[in-house]
């Protein structure tokens, strides 16, 4: 009898609707229309459990991973069902559910990153991690950027998706309104040297990275104040490019890490 | 007539014993067996071509990507067979067989990097990337590191492969009988921070990557000239890590590509 219960128990932990809605967080569209994201894994649903966004549920699977004391509560489920809402090939068997944040405002006082069409989820979350680590938390994205909270973008930032302000702006309007208060620098394939290249302490710092194809557009690259570019050792045989996390992450150290 | 003459040439241009074979080099074993590997997609595929790596065969889809200059003779195979061949979920049409290079020797006048045991393809391949980009052309990887032509780690390096002499060797060995040749400076957790850390011209500079989950190893640990670190910015939550390319292709930048 007590089996009985104990199996029912767990078998309403998660209801075929939520299993359903959840799923919809795959997708841009379902994001959009729930405004929440998921993201998997211990490490990272302890960083967004530590951070300050709101995290909704945590589904775990039952007699999965072992859990560290920071969590208060969270639901059991199934590895069928964890499977159902993961967007992983290999589920963790931790999943959470977060309130995507309300949109804030830009901190002028604290430097920032612009992502110009960054459309490999990858890179994007790989470009968040590294200005986290250097502390940079406010990244502007392009209207036309892959969405934030697409769950390959999330699990890519290994939780410091918890810790960086996220905008999505047009940047052309962007640039002309904080003319100001940033010096921005723009990373090309052509420009100055960018071990060259220092900004004064009286301005922030905006560093751009333009899209794996294309890099910035052109209405962008003309309200910079600088073109700056990693050049290629010259051999007989000079490589294709860079990858764009790699660059850019190159970049942020330069500009935000070694002062 | 005309049209089952030309239906049977396509049809004999891969034999089945062939793509065993091409099949069989998406695993270690293969590899091993037949001392090829295979690299896929336009751009790498030239990049190949270009370099002094031995291009026995080259696979094209009939009625794919157009086909540069560069070729002077490419085997036409359907959809379906370059599906049978490919590594890549998305294979993008061009698939070339080549001959694993005989093992060379280290050129101590030259810069190197190693790699202690990084078992993620991405990585290595992003590394030696970077490394080409940067103007070093050796790498030593550890015995336990993912095998350097998994299909993983040669598409990742974008062809840099054809331009980056490999090496797999004992690393605490390498560093005993190289010690008067390079400065070796480990990228870790803790040490004197990179951007402090310069060497003299009179040695050659090789940088050593540690493992995504270990790091350095202990006994090359202890042969290091110099520990160096990246350091984080301290905010009140400071982020897990950098992912291993981000944070040895940052080191890459500092000692190789800022003279």
């Not at 994007?124 to 390959?152: E, L």
């Not at 998706?161 to 620098?185: H, P, Q």
Request: proline share 4%; charged share 20%.
């Amino acid at each position: 009898m007590i089996i009985v219960t104990a199996f029912f128990y767990i078998y309403v932990m998660i209801s075929q609707a939520e299993i359903k809605k959840i799923r919809s967080l795959h997708k841009n569209k379902g994001r959009s229309q729930h405004q929440c994201f998921i993201i998997e894994g211990i490490r990272a649903v302890e960083d967004i459990l530590g951070s300050s966004l709101d995290v909704l549920d945590v589904f775990v699977v039952k007699g999965g991973d072992s859990l560290t004391p920071g969590y208060k509560s969270f639901r059991e489920i199934s590895e069928k069902e964890m499977k159902s809402i993961s967007a992983l090939n290999s589920p963790p068997g931790i999943l959470a559910v977060v309130k995507i944040p309300p949109p804030g405002n830009i901190n002028p006082e604290q430097n920032l990153i612009l992502l110009d069409g960054i459309k490999d989820p990858g890179n994007m979350g790989t470009i968040i991690r590294t200005a986290h680590w250097f502390g940079v938390n406010q990244v502007v994205c392009s209207t036309d950027s892959v969405d934030i909270y697409n769950p390959k973008v999330v699990q890519a930032t290994m939780g410091s998706i918890g810790y960086v302000s996220m905008f999505t702006d047009e940047l052309s309007d962007f640039l002309d309104k904080y003319s100001k208060e940033y010096s921005f620098a723009g990373l090309m394939m052509e420009g100055r040297q960018l071990k060259d290249v220092e900004f004064s302490k009286d301005s922030g710092i905006a560093l751009i990275v333009g899209s794996e194809a294309f890099g910035i557009r052109e209405e962008v690259e003309k309200r910079l104040d600088v073109s700056v570019t990693i050049p290629a050792f010259h051999s007989q045989n000079k490589p294709e490019s860079l990858n764009a996390s790699i660059a850019a992450s190159i970049a942020i150290y330069h500009f935000y890490g070694t002062e």
